[in-house]
């Protein structure tokens, strides 16, 4: 059964405090991994897709990347600004829906 | 370029109401997806139309449920009758690609069955 697995739940950054949230997913063939940010009574909005092991992607602060098991998201220095839900969600090559994770809810803390 | 819109943005119903949530997806997207994320859980796959066709359908929970694409335009999902389980956020986004791509998500309907 394909599946997405996101941790920590929650995570609380000094503002400049690196880290880095995990999706670990199971998927019958990967067509594409994905990572949204979703900000209160908002939608998700896209940020990247990887779409084999290997592959990085970096926006601003931001750098995904991913293996054949997990995919990472590494925040440098984040600001207040960056304080969001970020949910990370696949798709598989035998369909076309997304199979997404709970999330991790990220604060900033000035 | 106007984005995924939902219309309304909050519903409160009591148990065996009917509703009808509206979207209206980015224009010359053909592929337009609901998803429903209920409190403490994922966000969790409806269905998906491709222009006015439902593509795939095997999210929808039971025949209380009811999508359309009009035209393969906007879409509407009624909920009718209306259960407590149904209480949740409803996602619509758009996409260009039929095999896969970025979506483009609206902001939601806050469903609360009382």
């Known amino acids: 059964e394909d ?10 950054l000094q503002e400049g405090e690196s880290s880095s949230l995990n999706c670990s997913y199971t998927v019958s063939g990967l067509r594409g991994l994905f990572w949204y940010r979703q900000d209160p009574g908002k939608g998700p909005e896209f940020l ?18 991913l293996t054949k098991k997990e995919s990472f ?3 440098t220095a984040p600001k207040p600004e960056d304080s969001a839900t970020y ?17 991790t809810s990220l604060t900033v803390i000035p | 370029e106007a984005g995924v819109t939902q219309f309304p943005s909050h519903s409160v119903i009591e148990k065996g109401q009917t509703v009808t949530l509206r ?5 010359g997207h053909d592929n337009l997806y609901w998803y429903r994320r209920v409190m403490g859980k994922e966000i969790k796959f409806l269905l998906h139309f491709v222009k006015e066709s439902k593509q795939d359908e095997s999210g929808m929970p039971n025949n209380r449920f ?15 009758p209306a ?8 996602f619509c986004a758009s996409s260009q690609d039929y095999k896969g791509g970025k979506l483009f998500f609206g902001s939601g309907t806050q469903l609360s069955v009382l």
């Open chain 2, 66 to 80: 009811l999508a359309e694409r009009t035209g393969g335009t906007y879409s509407t999902l009624k909920v009718q």
């Open chain 1, 87 to 103: 949910l990370c969600a696949v798709q598989a090559n035998t369909g076309n829906q997304f199979y997404f994770g709970t999330g």
């Open chain 1, 48 to 65: 990247f897709t990887l779409y084999s092991a290997g592959e990085e992607k970096e926006k601003e602060r931001l750098k995904a990347t």
């Open chain 2, 23 to 27: 979207c209206d997806p980015i224009s």
């Open chain 1, 3 to 12: 599946q997405v697995t996101q941790s920590p739940e929650a995570l609380r």
């Open chain 2, 83 to 90: 259960e407590l389980e149904d209480s949740g956020v409803y």
């Open chain 1, 73 to 75: 998201l590494h925040i």
